[in-house]
């Protein structure tokens, strides 16, 4: 059966990446959750996906160069809609302490494939061991030497390698960022890469399936796991799916 995870939370309904989103996620019915990290000023990290904070708050500049009480203290919700006016950017160990105790999957990628984080690795690692999420979370990145590095610092951990276009025979590349799984832009999944996962036994978890029509294409190959902003839609298509 193919797991759901909710893409920045159930980013479609809510704003994305706040808690108001992770909880919708859940309501949602979603499998997991799936959520971009960064380190504050003060080495804290912290819940936002652009590396700079204007987008998606009533702030200006960069995630580095704002203390956690600086960045908690923003509106992280208006921008989407004046309900959420009371979200903020969460750190992750209140994240953490929020889905411990819920049966869910996590995902969390680590944002540092443009501003350099040190050590985030390192917090993150730290954080999941204290929760006790370690085994049913998996690290993905778009920079590939920061999974090699986690990886090194526990060979436990699962990551996956985030990619955006098609790679030659990805599932020899997984393997060679000592990874276990791929995530995939969604578009470059076509059957003859979807085949060579599966003859390779790697799991994929693809982003970001928000269409019927593609969530359809996946579970129909029993694909791992889809990454959606949209976790309700793809419940209402799994189930509308023959067993
Ligand atoms: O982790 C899947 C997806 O979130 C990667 O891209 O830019 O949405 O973080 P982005
Ligand atoms: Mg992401």
């Given at each position: 059966?193919?797991?759901?995870?909710?893409?920045?939370?159930?980013?479609?309904?809510?704003?994305?990446?706040?808690?108001?989103?992770?909880?919708?996620?859940?309501?949602?019915?979603?499998?997991?959750?799936?959520?971009?990290?960064?380190?504050s000023k003060d080495g804290v990290p912290v819940i936002i996906h652009d590396e700079k904070i204007d987008r998606t708050t009533n702030g200006k500049g960069?995630?580095?160069?704002?203390?956690?009480?600086?960045?908690?203290?923003?509106?992280?919700?208006?921008?989407?809609?004046?309900?959420?006016?009371?979200?903020?950017?969460?750190?992750?160990?209140?994240?953490?302490?929020?889905?411990?105790?819920?049966?869910?999957?996590?995902?969390?990628?680590?944002?540092?494939?443009?501003?350099?984080?040190?050590?985030?690795?390192?917090?993150?690692?730290?954080?999941?061991?204290?929760?006790?999420?370690?085994?049913?979370?998996?690290?993905?990145?778009?920079?590939?030497?920061?999974?090699?590095?986690?990886?090194?610092?526990?060979?436990?951990?699962?990551?996956?390698?985030?990619?955006?276009?098609?790679?030659?025979?990805?599932?020899?590349?997984?393997?060679?960022?000592?990874?276990?799984?791929?995530?995939?832009?969604?578009?470059?999944?076509?059957?003859?890469?979807?085949?060579?996962?599966?003859?390779?036994?790697?799991?994929?978890?693809?982003?970001?399936?928000?269409?019927?029509?593609?969530?359809?294409?996946?579970?129909?190959?029993?694909?791992?796991?889809?990454?959606?902003?949209?976790?309700?839609?793809?419940?209402?298509?799994?189930?509308?799916?023959?067993?």
């Amino acid at each position: 059966m193919t797991y759901i995870f909710a893409h920045r939370g159930s980013s479609k309904d809510c704003p994305e990446n706040t808690m108001a989103a992770f909880q919708k996620a859940f309501k949602d019915g979603a499998d997991g959750i799936e959520l971009d990290v960064q380190l504050s000023k003060d080495g804290v990290p912290v819940i936002i996906h652009d590396e700079k904070i204007d987008r998606t708050t009533n702030g200006k500049g960069y995630v580095v160069d704002f203390t956690q009480d600086e960045l908690a203290r923003l509106d992280a919700g208006s921008w989407f809609s004046k309900e959420y006016s009371k979200e903020s950017i969460p750190s992750l160990q209140q994240f953490l302490e929020w889905i411990a105790p819920l049966p869910m999957l996590l995902n969390i990628e680590l944002k540092n494939n443009i501003v350099e984080y040190n050590g985030l690795e390192e917090k993150v690692l730290q954080l999941l061991h204290h929760y006790g999420m370690m085994d049913r979370t998996v690290i993905s990145s778009f920079n590939h030497y920061s999974l090699v590095k986690i990886r090194r610092l526990n060979r436990y951990v699962q990551t996956a390698p985030l990619y955006s276009s098609g790679l030659f025979e990805p599932w020899e590349y997984v393997k060679a960022v000592c990874s276990q799984s791929a995530h995939p832009n969604y578009k470059s999944l076509h059957p003859y890469i979807m085949k060579g996962f599966k003859r390779n036994n790697i799991p994929v978890r693809p982003y970001t399936v928000n269409s019927q029509k593609w969530m359809k294409y996946f579970f129909e190959w029993n694909i791992e796991a889809i990454i959606t902003d949209y976790p309700i839609l793809a419940r209402d298509v799994l189930n509308s799916l023959p067993p």
